[in-house]
Each structure stands twice: as C-alpha cells, then as structure tokens.
C-alpha cells in the first residue's frame, strides 16, 4: 500500500487561506468517505482536525475544514493563524482492511 | 476523559523482538466496536499505520510488516501489545498507539492519541 501523496510544504501569511490536498487511488480514499486529517505541531503527538472527509470535532476551530472529489481529499485552513503551523497528515481506509497515511505536509505562516 | 500511554524498551539490537505496552484508560477494549492501533513514525518522516485490534479479537496487520507483527489484548489490564520481530536500524521510530473512532470494519479515525514511545534499533 502506497502512501497518499501531499505537498511537502505550504505557506501563507496570517489571515490567508491554505489547502493541502491528499491525492489516492480508488483502493482508498476514491472509495470511501473514511479519509481524516491531523495535526502535529514539532515534538508533540498528532491531533485529529477532520474525520469522514468533512467532520470537526468539538474543539477544532471551524477554520478547519475538509473536502473530497474522486481521489483527492483536501484540507483547507481559512484565516490561518500562527498557531496552525506544524505537519499535517491525511490517512484513509482501504480496500484490504488497512489503513494508509500521507506523505505529510509542513505548514508555515510567514 | 480517555488516555492511552505507551511504554517499552528505548534501545532495542538488530535481530531482536520488540514488545510495546499501550496502557489506556477512560474506555474497554471489552465494548463493542471498540478498537486500538499502532503507528509508527521515524525520525522526520511521515506516519505509518501498523496494526489493529477490536474488541471481538480480530486482528488487522500492515501488508508490508504482517509477517513480523503481533497484536494481542488483556481486556483485564486494558492493555494492548504489540509485538515485532527481526528488528532493523530502520525500524527505529516514535510508535503511538491510539483508540480509533468510527467502524473498526469498514473505517474510522485515530483520536486520541498516546504521547509516543522512541525506540531506537542499534547494536
């Protein structure tokens, strides 16, 4: 199982809007709704930002949203603040049972 | 509130076996459609989901690591193990273990997740 593919990098100055896209296949994030998202600030633990495609959970801002078309799920961040830099990380369900990650992506707000 | 904490050997030999402890609390691994993973992490690099355990005992592996990977429970301890064998330089990483969310079957979502434990593999 390949991983899904991210941007290894994205930018924006506070205030802006960033989308990280996380390109599959039709194994896993084409075929089902089971694609989440998140967060890892340097040295911590990640933190869940999104599930089933478009889902917040309590607590995540509503800047955070998430989106799907084919086989490209996407993160958007409107409003980006300074705290939103860290890696950020797409993973989704597959045709075998398993479970695969994206390659990641670094946010930097300038 | 829900917590999972990982605990294990920091420094393991090339060759040797791995064993990881997740020690977790605030929910049973006895309740239906209750479920763990592990996920590995190495140094700078992206995650990788390893293994899966549900709470009727069945067991889901990584394609590419199924020969080497063990996952086992003790409801009574609330504990999940992982073990792997044959361990290479390569395998050193940051490995988490977290409660997943959602349908252990048809999909779900890692939250939350333990602080990580560092293992590294050198002779």
């Known amino acids: 199982q390949s991983a899904l593919t991210q941007p290894p990098s994205v930018s924006g100055s506070p205030g802006q809007s960033v989308t990280i896209s996380c390109t599959g296949t039709?194994?896993?994030?084409?075929?089902?709704?089971?694609v989440s998202w998140y967060q890892q600030p340097p040295g911590t633990a990640p933190k869940l930002m999104i599930y089933?495609?478009?889902n917040r959970p309590s607590g995540v801002p509503d800047r955070f949203s998430g989106s799907k078309s084919g086989n490209t799920a996407s993160l958007t961040i409107s409003g980006l603040q300074a705290e939103d830099e860290a890696d950020y990380y797409c993973?989704?369900?597959?045709?075998?049972?398993?479970?695969?990650f994206g390659t990641g992506t670094k946010v930097t707000v300038l | 509130q829900v917590t999972l904490r990982e605990s294990g050997p920091a420094l393991v030999k090339p060759t040797q076996t791995l064993t990881l402890t997740c020690t977790f609390s605030?929910?049973?691994?006895?309740?239906?459609?209750?479920?763990v993973s592990w996920i590995r992490q190495p140094p700078g690099k992206a995650l990788e989901w390893l293994a899966l355990?549900?709470?009727?005992?069945?067991?889901y592996y990584s394609t590419s690591l199924k020969t080497r990977l063990t996952i086992s429970k003790d409801t009574s301890k609330n504990q999940v193990v992982l073990t792997m064998t044959n361990m290479d330089p390569v395998d050193t990483a940051t490995y988490y273990c977290?409660?997943?969310?959602?349908?252990?079957?048809?999909?779900?979502?890692?939250?939350?997740w333990g602080q990580g434990t560092l293992v590294t593999v050198s002779s």
């Open positions: 605030g929910f049973s691994l006895s309740t239906s459609g209750m479920c």
């Open positions: 977290a409660r997943m969310r959602g349908s252990c079957y048809s999909g779900g979502w890692f939250d939350p």
């Open positions: 355990i549900d709470w009727d005992d069945d067991k």
């Open positions: 039709s194994s896993d994030v084409g075929s089902y709704n089971r």
């Open positions: 993973s989704s369900y597959t045709s075998s049972s398993t479970y695969v």
């Open positions: 089933e495609v478009s």
